[in-house]
């Protein structure tokens, strides 16, 4: 029949098409058994995934030939001084270095001590989201190398209802607890201040003395960045000897007492701002800290015991600028070793890692405006001539440290008096 001829095709079909369902779910369920079998055979390894076992995930192992070059200071006062860097940031906000790299820098770097401050705003943006683990990443490699590692964040104004000015950007250091910082900056600032953070004001641009006012009224702030690595030209920028700072903020910080500050604010690899190989190193705050724990780091910035190290100068208040030059220098006239015995030098020992630069006159030489700036060589020994004059047993001196600054137009200065030995014989 041809109908029968029409319908056997079809039924032959939908009869393989049953069986073919049977079997797979047949094959669906051998499978599913054999994945719930404790005897069954693990899916294989890959070849990543041996590999982090065996290295460790993330991969931070160090370069073979990755050095620290120590900064040394001798204790000043009895104090520790501490290097810092209390901004910088992580591909977890606007950065594009890993926290692990960062530690890495900031241990060859010689410092002792660095904050991550990424952005809490970026968190919906930043790959990845967990804005927890930029400061749990870094954690075990600090430890493991010995360097400080502090909980951070760089809160920004734009977010909240009272202040407006685009440049308003505030870094909290030494916070317990980052959830808060998600709102509205007054809310941020003050819960920071409640976990008894650090507050600085970050890269300080057009307005930022009327808002500062605002937050010194208030008792939130407790430091200033004179310098931001990431700052070289623009709002408040002035140049001495040649280094981009704020230049108004020294004499702000002297005037309201609060703490100065040189950060990297590096969102980019510290190679790319730091030319390491002319002997550059990047920007440092100095914290003269009774111990080396974050505790008592905190208090010393609290304290406003901070100086701030950038471009072969330091800035801060004079008293820690004398005290640290007095603990790191020492001064003597030693005798010509020429036949013309009225020849002598000044001999300075620098203690430190930093190299002192200065212009010696005799006290009330009036030609002294003229005179040449030295180099006192870092770790080690520098003679420059002096002038003695025949008989004379004792020299009085003016010292004026020209990389040492409480201000631009206000270098240390020491006076020194000193023997004047006998020539040879
Ligand atoms: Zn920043």
Request: aromatic fraction near 8%; charge should be neutral; charged fraction near 25%.
């Amino acid at each position: 029949m041809p109908s029968e001829r029409r319908l056997n095709p079809i039924n032959k079909s939908m009869g393989r098409i049953a069986a073919a369902v049977i079997l797979l779910q047949f094959l669906v369920a051998a499978f599913v058994l054999a994945q719930e079998s404790p005897g069954a055979e693990p899916a294989e390894e890959t070849t990543a995934q041996k590999l982090a076992g065996k290295y460790g995930w993330p991969y931070v192992a160090g370069h073979k030939g990755l050095s620290r070059q120590e900064i040394f200071f001798p204790l000043v006062r009895g104090l520790q001084v501490i290097k810092a860097d209390l901004h910088i940031h992580t591909i977890y906000s606007d950065g594009q270095v890993l926290p692990e790299t960062r530690v890495w820098e900031a241990w060859r770097d010689g410092l002792d001590l660095m904050v991550i401050t990424d952005h809490p705003e970026y968190l919906k943006l930043a790959l990845p989201q967990d804005r927890e683990r930029a400061y749990g990443r870094a954690l075990p490699l600090a430890r493991a190398l010995g360097l400080m590692l502090v909980r951070g964040a760089e809160l920004t104004t734009l977010s909240g209802p009272t202040y407006k000015d685009e440049d308003s950007d505030h870094v909290v250091a030494f916070i317990q607890d980052e959830s808060p910082f998600f709102g509205d900056f007054d809310t941020a600032v003050r819960s920071a201040r409640d976990q008894g953070a650090v507050i600085i004001w970050a890269h300080p641009g057009s307005r930022w003395v009327r808002d500062a006012t605002r937050l010194l009224k208030l008792g939130w702030l407790d430091g200033i960045e004179l310098r931001n690595g990431g700052r070289k030209g623009g709002k408040g920028i002035g140049y001495h000897r040649g280094e981009p700072y704020f230049s108004e903020v020294m004499d702000w910080c002297l005037d309201h007492d609060l703490a100065v500050i040189a950060s990297s604010d590096a969102h980019w690899p510290i190679d790319q701002m730091v030319d390491r190989g002319r002997g550059e190193r990047r920007e440092m705050t100095l914290v003269l800290a009774e111990r080396r724990g974050e505790t008592s780091i905190r208090e010393a910035i609290k304290a406003r015991r901070t100086l701030a190290y950038f471009g072969e100068m330091i800035w801060g208040r004079e008293e820690w600028l004398r005290a640290l030059a007095e603990s790191s220098l020492r001064f003597s006239v030693t005798p010509s070793i020429q036949e013309n015995r009225k020849r002598h030098f000044l001999s300075v020992a620098n203690s430190s890692s930093f190299p002192f630069r200065m212009k010696v006159s005799r006290a009330g030489d009036e030609s002294a405006a003229g005179l040449r700036e030295v180099r006192i060589a870092e770790r080690g020994r520098t003679v420059a001539p002096v002038s003695v004059k025949e008989g004379e047993t004792g020299v009085r001196l003016v010292i004026t440290v020209t990389n040492l600054l409480s201000g631009a137009d206000r270098p240390l200065i020491l006076e020194r008096r000193l023997q004047v030995p006998g020539g040879p014989p």
